[in-house]
C-alpha cells in the first residue's frame, strides 16, 4: 500500500517509516521543515514538505502522494514533556485546526483509511475509577484544572477522525497511546541520566498511568494501517499500568543505585503542575485486550 506518515520526524515518526517500509509499503513522509527530509530519506520514505495549516498546500500534498493510508503523528509537546498547561497551545492548535485539514484533505483525496495518534490522558484527568478501563466510555474523566480548551482540542480531533467514514470513503481510526519510554525518548532518556545521578525522585501520589515502551507503539501503529477496523478507538498501552514513583524505583534498581527519595506530588506542583496533576493524581489504568484482539497485536514485557 502507499502509505503517507505526517509528523514523520515525530518520536514515533521515523521509525514507524523503517517499519512500514520494511512491511513492503511505499511510504511518504510528511514534514513542515525542509531541512528534516534527508532524516526522511535514511527512513527509507519519499520525503514532502508541506504545512498542514495551510489548506492548499496540505490539499496538494495528499492529492499527489494519492496514499491509500494516511497516519497522523500530529503532536507537538516540549522535548522533555509539558511542565504547565502552557506548553499544550502548539499541539493544541494542531488538534484543532492541522489535523482537520489533513482529515479534510485525505476525505477529498479519496484516501481509504486515516489512523491518527491520540493519548490516554484523552480519557481526561479521573482521581478514581475501576480497576481497568476500556474503550467503551472513551471520555469518562474531566480536563485538568484550567485546561478544558486543550482536552476539548485533543478530544475534537479524535471525533473528527473517528466519525470520517460516516460521511465520507475515509474510514477513521484513533490509538491512544501510554505514555513512551524506551530509546530515542527524550524525556525518558533524561529520566534514565537523572537516575543514574541519584537525581530522580519518586513522586507520590495515588494516580497510575498506562505506559509503551516506543518499539510497540511502532508496531501497533504498523499493525493499525495494515489490519484496523474503520471508525474504531484502539488503547495502546503495555501489559502493567504502574504509578510513576513505582516506575522511578524499578528505574533506579536496573540501574543498581540506592531507592530514590519519595517527593510529594503537591512539591512537585509548584515548579510542574501538569505531570503532578498527570502522573499523581490521575487514574488510568487501562485495557490492551481490544488492540491484542484486533490488530494481533502484544506488547513487549517490561524488564
Not at 480531533?157 to 525518548?185: A, K, Q
Not at 478507538?233 to 527519595?261: C, M, T, W
Request: hydrophobic fraction near 40%.
Amino acid at each position: 500500500m502507499r502509505v503517507l506518515v505526517a509528523g514523520a520526524t515525530s518520536v514515533p515518526g521515523l521509525p514507524l517509516l523503517r517499519e512500514l517500509t520494511a512491511r513492503g509499503h511505499e511510504v511518504t513522509g510528511l514534514t513542515r521543515s525542509a531541512s528534516k527530509t534527508a532524516q526522511i530519506e535514511a527512513a527509507g520514505a519519499k520525503p514532502v514538505v508541506a504545512d498542514v495549516f495551510d489548506v492548499d498546500d496540505i490539499g496538494k500534498v495528499v492529492a499527489d502522494a494519492r496514499p491509500d493510508v494516511v497516519v497522523s503523528l500530529l503532536t507537538t509537546l516540549p522535548k522533555l514533556g509539558p511542565k504547565r498547561l502552557k506548553d499544550f497551545e502548539p499541539a493544541r492548535k494542531l488538534w484543532s485546526a492541522g489535523a482537520s485539514n489533513l482529515v479534510a484533505a485525505a476525505q477529498s483525496a479519496g484516501v481509504r483509511r486515516i489512523v491518527a495518534e491520540s493519548v490516554i490522558f484523552a480519557y481526561g484527568y479521573p482521581t478514581t475509577g475501576p480497576a481497568v478501563l476500556d474503550e467503551t466510555d472513551p471520555y469518562p474523566g474531566p480536563p485538568p484544572k484550567g485546561g478544558d480548551d486543550m482536552l476539548a482540542a485533543l478530544r475534537g480531533m479524535e471525533r473528527n477522525v473517528l466519525s470520517s467514514g460516516e460521511h465520507s470513503d475515509t474510514e477513521g481510526i484513533v490509538l491512544r497511546y501510554g505514555c513512551f519510554y524506551g530509546p530515542g525518548v527524550p524525556h525518558d532518556e533524561l529520566f534514565v541520566r537523572l537516575a543514574k545521578w541519584c537525581m530522580l525522585p519518586a513522586m507520590t501520589g495515588n494516580g497510575i498511568v498506562s505506559w509503551i515502551h516506543i518499539d510497540d507503539v511502532v508496531r501497533a501503529t504498523a499493525d493499525a494501517v495494515d489490519h484496523g477496523r474503520g471508525g474504531q478507538l484502539y488503547n495502546i498501552v503495555d501489559d502493567r499500568p504502574q504509578r510513576f514513583g513505582d516506575y522511578v524505583r524499578e528505574l533506579s534498581a536496573k540501574l543498581h543505585r540506592p531507592p530514590p527519595i519519595p517527593i510529594s506530588h503537591r512539591l512537585v506542583g509548584l515548579v510542574a503542575s501538569y505531570p503532578a496533576t498527570a502522573f499523581g493524581t490521575t487514574w488510568l489504568p487501562l485495557s490492551n485486550a481490544k488492540a491484542k484482539a484486533e490488530l494481533g497485536w502484544t506488547p513487549m514485557p517490561r524488564v
